[in-house]
């Protein structure tokens, strides 16, 4: 099998970055529910116990910050995920100008650069 051409690895390239941001996007969406979530409990909300100690209520509020910090990193990783994107978009338009590829590299090539 002869090794894939830089088309064919410019397009997996993009095409793992756009899987990864959307992954990044749900992972954001969960984070959010659980906050929405143990924040309902922490003020006092659905599930709490009125006889509950304060050690359990520390223990809810810490899950909450770390909750909240989890979000935030996740939030980070975007503006450099979406700048590793654009350059491989660039990288794949010039492999697809350059030419001397596969019909079926092409389509699929194009096909990646709709998507993303």
Known sequence: MPPPSPLAIATSSLQRLVKEEASYHAELKQQEQRIQKLQGRVE???GVEPEEDEEERGN???GLRQ???ALEETKKIFPGLRERI???RETLKGQLEAGASSEEDVKKAQE???QS
């Open 44 to 46: 006092g909300g659905a």
């Open 60 to 62: 809810r509020e810490f």
């Open 67 to 69: 909750e909240r910090q």
């Open 86 to 88: 654009a350059t491989a």
């Open 112 to 114: 990646v650069l709709k």
